[in-house]
């Protein structure tokens, strides 16, 4: 199986990311990333999902690091 892939610039919180999203198996896509200087890697059964679910992930990771210690 040929794999392709493609670079895709979103914004997160403001700040653009670009990650590499290519398709792993017949129903798996992978997006891939840094976030922060941190890896993030997200499987979806389509691109779409994959690209949307890696952004989500983002923005709860930023959520959870711009919270006060001892605050919920």
Same mark, same amino acid.
């Given at each position: 199986?040929?794999?392709?892939?493609?670079k895709v610039t979103i914004k997160v919180t403001g700040e653009p990311h670009t990650i590499t999203v290519y398709q792993e198996f017949e129903s798996v896509w992978v997006a891939d990333g840094e976030f922060r200087g941190e890896r993030l890697t997200v499987r979806a059964p389509t691109e779409g999902l994959a690209?949307?679910?890696? &952004?989500?992930? $983002?923005?709860? &990771?930023?959520? $959870?690091?711009? &919270?006060?210690?001892g605050c919920t």
């Open positions: 199986m040929s794999v392709s892939t493609s690209v949307g679910s890696w &952004r989500e992930s $983002a923005r709860r &990771r930023a959520k $959870a690091t711009t &919270r006060t210690p």
